[in-house]
């Protein structure tokens, strides 16, 4: 019965969020424009003050305002100020769609940051870990090549655990704040060429890549990862435009 999750209805202060957020985004609010005040806002939205600045303060965590005590609220350039809480806001803002510039610059980040951990994993992974990538790698083998969703799971549970096998706290860390942008990218990937020897070739990736990270080779590792995230970049370019959502609808 697992497919009947519970339903969630959207508070007015994710509401109020997600308002706001477009406004920003689409550049309706303008970089340093000074917000109306909380009280004249909250009724212009039909809210509540404390909701408004409960919405308010979402926002500032993520960069999009600024909250000046006695001056009042204004718009950040997200560019500047924005952290990683601004990830799922933007696809948000896309409906769901990872736009070409979004999606190579994800891409990019990727080559720099996870080469990094692979090369690490090499030199830093336990016995506890290596027996952790056996397992999955096992579960890989088993898996039903046209089952999206699972290969989805999979595949961001091995680079979390290369992640991890580095020895650096923050890199895990990093890959799971963006979790859902990550994983939308391989669901769409993984839906596209479900069936297709393409699958099988990110799985021997892994089966290779484990190898080396178990033999302590560094180099290897770091170069094996650079050329599997090619592959997967070759072939995500492949996908027509408007294919690669984050839409959960779409991930099955």
Known sequence: MAIFEPLKAQSLKETCVCRLEELILSGELKIGERLPSER?????????????HEALVDLSAKGLVRIVPRRGVFINDYRREGSLALLSSLLNFHNGQLDPLFRQSLIDMRLTLECETARLAALNRTSEQIEEFHGLLK?????DRCDAVRLTELDFAFHLLIAIASGNILYPLVINSFRGVYTSLTSAFF???????????????????????????????????AEMLKHGE???????????????????
């Open 40 to 52: 004249e806002l909250a009724a212009r939205l039909n809210i509540s003050r404390p909701v408004l």
């Open 139 to 143: 579960q890989e083998a088993a898996v």
């Open 234 to 252: 070759n072939h995500l370019k492949a996908i027509p435009d408007g294919c690669v959502s984050s839409r959960k609808e779409d991930k099955g």
């Open 191 to 225: 839906r596209h060429y479900c069936g297709t020897p393409v699958v099988n070739e990110v799985l021997n990736y892994h089966c290779k890549l484990s190898a080396a990270i178990e033999a302590g080779d560094s180099g290897l590792a770091g170069a094996l990862m």
